[in-house]
């Protein structure tokens, strides 16, 4: 059993009408058609949606995409619109809202890897390779791979995991025409990224990407390369045979799994709240990563 503690009551808005609320987004259609998407402060761990929020973090995503999105536009056109509030909507919206395009989603998870861990390492240590791509011996958690490659997964439902799949699967699902623009297009995304963040003694180590069609042009929608659809490791602490230390709710995962928290991430009981302490050191990680990345201070 997981999803969330207690989902929380959608905020009705004149003129739009909500569609679903997610582990971290709640999404609003305008009387226009177009798509309205705010990110909240809340955070998931262990398929999870947990009681206590982190102040800020919704606008961090909101941000840090905004600013990726427009160093990646000449590979990949957006769905963003606007970023104005649509009438009507709350100001604590404000900063945390996007106004986008309406596409036609690929139910696939675009996820590319340049290092080893996580599913991935998983994988490779039962039968050296991920998402059936053959990878080379000898690798630990935390390696450099010798290039990039798509390991595309399946979306899941809130308290579900995303499963990953070959890409043969992906071709088989989507088409081999539309498979083959995914894993080029997130390739090269991907690697984009990668060197910006690289110069900013950052390493992306993996990412995942969720595109759409707008009629025949594939878009990249929902978030890009933030702490949470994302790996970031401090460079200059980067050791490979343990697991790295990260900018993103490593801190939550370690507090929930600790023996101060009394849960048990195995049974059936929700996660408890989160202490202040950890709370405060996990707003701390989002923003670092924010200011690092973007070289603009956070206010």
Known sequence: MSGFVEKPEPLQVPGLVHLHTGKVRDLYRTEAGDLVMVASDRLSAYDWVLPTEIPDKGRVLTQLSLWWFDQLRDLAPHHVLSTELPPGAPAEWAGRTLVCKSLR??????????????????????SRTVCGLALPEGLVDGSELPGPIFTPATKAEVGEHDENVSYEEVARQVGAETAAELRQVTLAVYSRARDIARERGIILADTKFEFGFDGDTLVLADEVLTPDSSRFWPADRWQPGQAQPSYDKQYVRDWLTSAESGWD??????????PERVVEATRAKYVEAYERLTGVRWS
């Open 265 to 274: 991430r195995r049974g059936e009981q929700p996660p408890p709240p989160l």
């Open 105 to 126: 989603m690929v139910p696939v998870e675009c996820v590319a890897r340049g290092y080893l861990t996580g599913s991935g390492l998983a994988e490779y240590q039962e």
